[in-house]
């Protein structure tokens, strides 16, 4: 399956000259057991890692503090965040299949939902075309 999504306009808080930003956004969905969030997430071809915010850990019946604490760079100003990962199984908007994936979730407020490399980029061909304000996702069966 191979499915197009836009980018999509968010406000531009760092450059008060321009008031909007087009950003690869992604609907996903995160499971666990029979809990589940939707969350729009940021594709993110320069990060590691997925990281979520502490409150969809939260919503999902994580007790997020029971594994140890990793320390990450990178994300927000420059200062390294501590986030707690856990397995979860994940769904793309649109997309049939559920992929199980690490996730770190962090108090930190500079992250929403993030979707690094290891694990999505695995399971999915992103195809960026900023030029055409668009991406591709692709599954790896197709």
């Known amino acids: ?13 760092t450059k008060p000259s321009k008031s909007w930003v087009k950003r690869p ?5 995160l499971f666990n057991g ?8 940021l594709v993110d071809s320069g990060a590691d890692v997925f990281l979520f915010h502490s ?3 939260d919503r999902l019946g994580i007790d997020m503090k029971s594994e140890k604490p990793v320390s990450i760079d990178g994300i927000a100003s420059g200062q390294p965040i501590e986030a707690y ?7 793309v908007q649109d997309f049939p299949d559920k992929i199980e994936i690490q996730v770190g979730f962090t108090e930190s407020d500079g992250v929403d939902g993030l979707l690094g490399q290891v694990g999505f980029f695995e399971n999915y061909k992103i195809t960026f075309e900023r030029y055409r304000g668009c991406f591709w996702v692709e599954d790896r069966l197709s």
């Open 1 to 13: 399956m191979r499915k197009r999504f836009d980018y999509r306009k968010i406000p531009d808080y």
């Open 25 to 29: 956004l992604l609907q996903v969905t």
């Open 34 to 41: 029979a809990k589940h969030q939707v969350v729009i997430s």
């Open 55 to 57: 409150s969809i850990a």
């Open 85 to 91: 990962f856990h397995t979860v199984q994940l769904q």
